[in-house]
T-cell receptor
Framework: DSGVTQTPKHLITATGQRVTLRCSPRSGDLSVYWYQQSLDQGLQFLIH???????AKGNILERFSAQQFPDLHSELNLSSLELGDSALYFC???????????????FGEGSRLTVL | ELKVEQNPLFLSMQEGKNYTIYCNYSTTSDRLYWYRQDPGKSLESLFV?????AVKQEGRLMASLDTKARLSTLHITAAVHDLSATYFCAVARSDMRFGAGTRLTVKP
């Protein structure tokens, strides 16, 4: 158990809908990262938050947004869902080393999203 | 933009054999990570390499880092079936970028 909690574990929804994925980082970790893993795209970095502020953005679509709350949990909002958004979405946290990563990321179990 | 390339992407090995997975990256970084992922599971950290020339070993796996060549290797010694998984290297700056992964299958 990495200590990173993601909910829901599985989610099935229809095209055009909106979903919210939630992540609680390890106790004491200030950084939260979101990744999308699909069969044809590999592990794609979406966004990084550090202590409530956005620090880096990757290949995140405009239909997707994220935030990190004062209690450090984070949510990834996916809207106007398309079939191609079906993937495993991982959240990861890292030890409080500031913006620059030194230690490894600790990954949650992921949220598997299926868009029908 | 930081790019991380792994090869091979697929590797089928016989038990008892040795092999090396390579990870090249495009920009300067002295922090390189290796992760393992079992099918349908999360990613598990294997090694953290934080300086040029760093070498770490755990069981049948050994990882090394050459920051000047922008190259890391993951060497597998005397493979066993339990090592079957996908192995990712990742390079960190303000975020962590992953290679495409090497899907390793160890056959009896």
């Amino acid at each position: 158990d990495s200590g990173v909690t993601q909910t829901p574990k599985h989610l099935i929804t229809a095209t055009g809908q909106r979903v919210t994925l939630r992540c609680s980082p390890r106790s004491g970790d200030l950084s939260v990262y979101w990744y999308q893993q699909s069969l044809d795209q590999g592990l794609q970095f979406l966004i990084h938050y550090y202590n409530g502020e956005e620090r880096a953005k990757g290949n995140i679509l405009e239909r997707f947004s994220a935030q990190q709350f004062p209690d450090l949990h984070s949510e990834l909002n996916l809207s106007s869902l398309e079939l191609g958004d079906s993937a495993l979405y991982f959240c990861a946290s890292s030890s409080p080393g500031g913006v620059i990563i030194t230690g490894e990321l600790f990954f949650g179990e992921g949220s598997r999203l299926t868009v029908l | 933009e930081l790019k991380v390339e792994q090869n091979p992407l697929f590797l089928s090995m016989q038990e008892g054999k040795n092999y090396t997975i390579y990870c090249n990256y495009s920009t300067t970084s002295d922090r390189l990570y290796w992760y393992r992922q079992d099918p349908g599971k999360s990613l598990e950290s294997l090694f953290v390499l934080l300086s040029n020339g760093a070498v770490k070993q755990e069981g049948r796996l050994m990882a090394s880092l050459d920051t000047k060549a922008r190259l890391s290797t993951l060497h597998i010694t005397a493979a066993v079936h339990d090592l079957s998984a996908t192995y990712f290297c990742a390079v960190a700056r303000s975020d962590m970028r992953f290679g495409a992964g090497t899907r390793l299958t160890v056959k009896p």
